[in-house]
Each structure stands twice: as C-alpha cells, then as structure tokens.
C-alpha cells in the first residue's frame, strides 16, 4: 500500500532525487552538486523531493441495514466490512502511515492506534473530519442521488481513495421462493410477498443497476469503484482496497 513517507512532487526533506536548480545567494556553497555544476559554466544545486506520511481515512457503513443477514452463520455484513477495515488499517499503520476512523478518531499512529481504532468505528460520529484519502466500505444501496450527495459532503473527489460495496449474497441472488415475509432492519412496513419467485428476474435487475451507478458515482468522486461479496474470502478484498490506494505514492 506504498507504505511509509511519500514523495510530495516539490522540493523538500527527503532522500529521494528531485531536481537540479541553478545556486541563488541564498544557497550555502556545501550546497553545490560539483558534479553536475562540472558539466558546464554554472553552478547547480541538488534537490530532493520533500517527503511525509499519509493519512488514510477509513469509513465503515453503521446503518441496520449492515445487521443482514440477523442470525446468519456466515456472519453479517457489518462483521466483514469491520474486519476489511481493520487489516487495512494494520497495513497502513504497519507502514508507518497514519489512520482515522471517519469522524471518530482523529489520525492515530504508532503503539496501541490499532486498538483505538477499533474501538472508535464502534463510536458514533462526532468529530471533525480529517484529512485524508478514503477508504469507503459499506453496501451503499440508497437511491444514486443520495450516495452522490454524501460524497460530495465528505469532499471525496479532492481526497481520492476506494469505495468498496460489500454485500450479502442473498442481496445479489434473491434465493428466496413461495410466500416470503420481508422485513425492514430499520424499523419500516413488513412486506408479504405471495410469489417472491415472481420479482427474482426484476430484483437481480434492479441490484446490477444499483452497482453500476455506484461504481459511476465513485469514479465521478475520483475513488476507485470495488465490489465484494460477504460469501468470497476477505483477502482478495483487502488486496483489492490495497491496491486502489497505491497512487498514494
């Protein structure tokens, strides 16, 4: 995940090669690239590029919604985008970057910034936002308008980073046949479905057209769009998120 101190693209503390530049009466004369200067009539100075840590802003999806499926032995989709989070803060906070739950914690490094953020994606949101680049998981099926909205919000587009849309199997396969009660993890109107077979075709239409515009409105926010299945192992994800992030560098 490009881990560690970035190159910036201007000149500053670093040790990587940035540039040469022509001495000016500011510069001290140790500061002379002889070698570079030989070639020529004037003298020239070495520059590096000016390097720093990054921070990532990792947000996690807490709606009922995220509870689904209530009971499974899978686990839910909660269960599965906070350990998506997790790992990917580990790596990051393993590289010497620094790490933020959105609106939760503030940018967290070194001992113990694992611990506090895992416990703050349990926090309700109440912080300032940090700056960062995102990392967004959750299963983002509200209306396009909405999910546009809230990135707008969060200032993705000059921030860049990943968006992860993770969801249940059962979410994208609609399994369910005969008379069907379907009930609403926030609280709304049940709804008795006589047929459930009979809207299968027009369900799994509907869920496609929810990932396209999803994956448009990511890429319209400059995040790269990624798609996850709670049913796949984790890890392809992870590397995944990993290397939507690596532009970082």
């Not at 009539?41 to 990054?54: Q, S």
Request: hydrophobic share 45%; glycine share 10%.
């Amino acid at each position: 995940m490009a881990p560690g101190h970035h190159g910036r693209r201007r000149a500053g503390i670093g040790e990587q090669f940035w540039q040469y530049r022509e001495l000016n009466q500011a510069d001290p004369a140790r500061s002379i690239d002889w070698r570079r200067s030989a070639r020529g009539e004037r003298l020239y100075v070495r520059e590096r590029e000016w390097e720093t840590a990054e921070t990532l802003v990792i947000d996690i999806a807490d709606h009922p919604g995220m509870a689904f499926p209530a009971g499974g032995s899978g686990g839910t989709k909660a269960d599965r985008a906070l350990l998506l989070g997790l790992a990917l803060a580990s790596l990051a906070l393993d590289g010497g970057e620094r790490v933020a739950a959105w609106r939760r914690t503030p940018p967290l490094g070194g001992p113990g910034a694992l611990e506090r953020l895992a416990a703050g994606f349990l926090m309700q949101a109440a912080l300032p936002p940090a700056g960062g680049r995102l990392a967004l998981i959750g299963d983002f099926l509200d209306p396009p308008e909405a999910i546009a909205a809230s990135l707008s919000a969060m200032g993705a587009s000059p921030r860049g980073g990943a968006l992860l849309q993770l969801l249940d199997p059962a979410e994208c396969d609609f399994p369910y046949r005969g008379r069907i009660l379907f009930e609403d993890p926030a609280g709304g109107p049940k709804e008795d479905i006589s047929r459930a077979d009979d809207m299968a075709a027009a369900y799994r239409n509907r869920v496609e057209a929810q990932r396209d515009a999803v994956a448009r409105i990511a890429e319209a926010a400059r995040l790269q769009p990624l798609f996850h299945r709670t049913d796949a192992p984790a890890g392809p994800a992870l590397a995944a998120l990993r290397a939507a992030l690596e532009p970082a560098r």
